[in-house]
């Protein structure tokens, strides 16, 4: 069975979000193995300077790492990322599982998005928008794109 991951910077506190990530993650388990790991925003003065922000990021990078299991291909979703449909993303999904990899890792950054490094890193870049969205917002946004992803690979007719 397909394993994804989603990585997050940031814990979800307001009760909408959490319910709305936690029925999706329900939905979802009938298709993968789901993983969600949420990460500490690492503490930053009201006024960080570049550097602050810059380092911040690194050891929020570095925290992601640590999570991010072997042999996995990670998707980082930040604004200069690609665009996909969700057709495109079904397609990138069904793809992946039929590749023979095991781990899809989605991460999104908390409110200073993702380091630089780990963005290289991806085998993907990915933009939900141009628009800026909350990062607690973009988890459901992303939680409920996997699951359309796997209700158009199936044919179901959930995505119209």
């Given amino acids: 069975m397909l394993s994804v991951h989603l990585i997050c910077v940031g814990k979800l506190k307001e009760k909408f979000y959490l319910e709305a990530s936690a029925e999706y993650q329900k939905r979802l388990a009938g298709y993968c193995s789901f993983t969600l790991t949420e990460l500490s925003e690492e503490r930053l003065p009201a006024n960080p300077s570049t550097a602050q922000i810059e380092a911040a990021l690194e050891r929020e990078g570095a925290a992601i790492r640590g999570k991010i ?21 079904a397609r990138l999904v069904a793809d992946f599982a039929q590749s023979g990899q095991r781990h899809l890792v989605f991460v999104i950054g908390g409110s200073y998005g993702l380091s630089e490094g780990l963005k290289k890193e991806a085998w993907l870049r990915l933009s939900m928008s141009p628009m800026t969205f909350p990062h607690h917002l973009a988890r459901v946004m992303v939680l409920e794109q996997l699951y359309r992803a796997f209700k158009i690979n199936e044919g179901s007719s959930y995505h119209k």
Avoid: H, I
């Fill in 69 to 89: 299991p072997p042999n996995s291909r990670l998707v980082c979703l930040c604004v200069e990322g690609k665009s996909k449909s969700s057709p495109e993303l």
